[in-house]
């Protein structure tokens, strides 16, 4: 779907005003039709709901278009609240089981947000460790799905996947797609060393779920982003989500620490060209201080995105190789390596690396 110079600023403006950014007036007639269907489409309905309240009552939509508005908000406060019970009450299993459970994005970004409720998601990802002693968390876990009656699906390296109360939860034995791949191998290493040497001590609420460390978050974020950028395309919730987080984290994180890892795992170009449209959507810089670079990923974030259908059969593989190849401009300008380079490591990876080693 094409859209319009208006619809985009109007779009922007109503995201700064549901985060609390400035913003400046929104003027001339709003297209709340498309409005609606790009903020569903980057999971942002709430944050532009919430930016619609601070509009004046002429400026904003009839009636009709807000009910329907507010009930798709309501609708996935409702679902994220489903989500939150389950991920407790997992977390509580696998406590009574000497195992510490790390919630990987969703909550933790979540609670960046001015209003948490606002940050649609669709699945609990975790990453499980022993609470005392060197046992394999991953799979204790996954076997305690299955005796509480859960079907486990563990024919993926990354990560198990499950449905608890009709929720999906990806149990990662990984962090990042790292087989085969050697810079990401760094990352997964380093990644899960500041999980391993945390205590587990900050948790969310009263729950049994814990923090990943800033650093950790951080990273993380960024490469679970590049991936999306390469594989699918990059929404305006990814960016939101690191908008929000770094505003939140801004003092917690070694700056000269996290810059040069990101230059070690080779996402650097990639994090230097989303910082720069995080700026400009918090209205820090002006589109016009973006380099071609930074608007090439500008002009990508615009366009339609499509989703990586979660399949781990053959079928999935090639669509993923394909993604690869239809993806070469983005390896040039935002990797340290080519297409054909990346395609390699796949196919390697695929073929020679069933489950890698850290």
């Not at 609240?81 to 407790?88: F, I, P, T």
């Amino acid at each position: 779907m094409a859209v319009s110079a208006s619809v985009k600023e109007t779009f922007l403006t109503l995201i700064r005003l549901g985060l609390c950014l400035p913003a400046t007036d929104i003027r001339g007639d709003i297209d709340w039709q498309a409005l609606q269907e790009i903020a569903t489409q980057h999971g942002l309905s709430g944050v532009v709901l919430d930016g619609i309240e601070q509009l004046p009552e002429q400026q904003r939509p009839g009636k009709v278009d807000l009910l329907q508005w507010i009930g798709e908000v309501l609708q996935n406060e409702s679902s994220l609240s489903v989500q939150w019970d389950v991920a407790c009450k997992m977390a509580d299993v696998f406590d009574q089981n000497y195992i510490r459970t790390y919630i990987l994005k969703g909550p933790v970004i979540a609670e960046c947000y001015p209003k948490p409720s606002r940050r649609v998601s669709t699945d609990i990802d975790c990453f499980l460790l022993p609470k005392k002693g060197n046992f394999d968390a991953w799979s204790l876990g996954n076997d305690l799905m299955k005796y509480h009656g859960c079907k486990v699906g563990v024919d993926f390296y990354k990560h198990s996947d499950f449905y608890l109360q009709d929720v999906k939860v990806e149990n990662h034995r990984f962090m990042t797609p790292c087989r085969g791949n050697k810079w990401l191998m760094k990352m997964e290493t380093v990644l899960q060393s500041l999980l391993k040497e945390d205590k587990g001590e900050d948790k969310i609420g009263s729950s049994n779920l814990c923090r990943p460390p800033v650093m950790a978050s951080a990273l993380f974020i960024i490469e679970h982003s590049y991936s999306h950028f390469m594989g699918e395309g990059l929404s305006w919730k990814h960016v939101t989500d690191w908008v929000l987080f770094e505003k939140k984290h801004r003092k917690e994180i070694d700056w000269d620490s996290f810059q040069g890892l990101l230059e070690e795992f080779g996402l650097k170009k990639f994090f230097d060209s989303v910082n720069m449209i995080c700026k400009y959507l918090a209205g820090e810089v002006p589109e016009d201080a973006l380099s071609k670079r930074d608007k090439k990923l500008l002009d990508d974030i615009w366009d339609d995105f499509c989703m990586v259908e979660d399949d781990h059969n053959f079928r999935g593989k090639l669509e993923l190789g394909w993604k690869i190849i239809c993806s070469a401009w983005k390896y040039r300008h935002y990797a340290v390596m080519s297409m054909p380079h990346a395609l390699w490591i796949y196919l390697k990876g695929y073929f020679f690396v069933k489950i890698p080693t850290i």
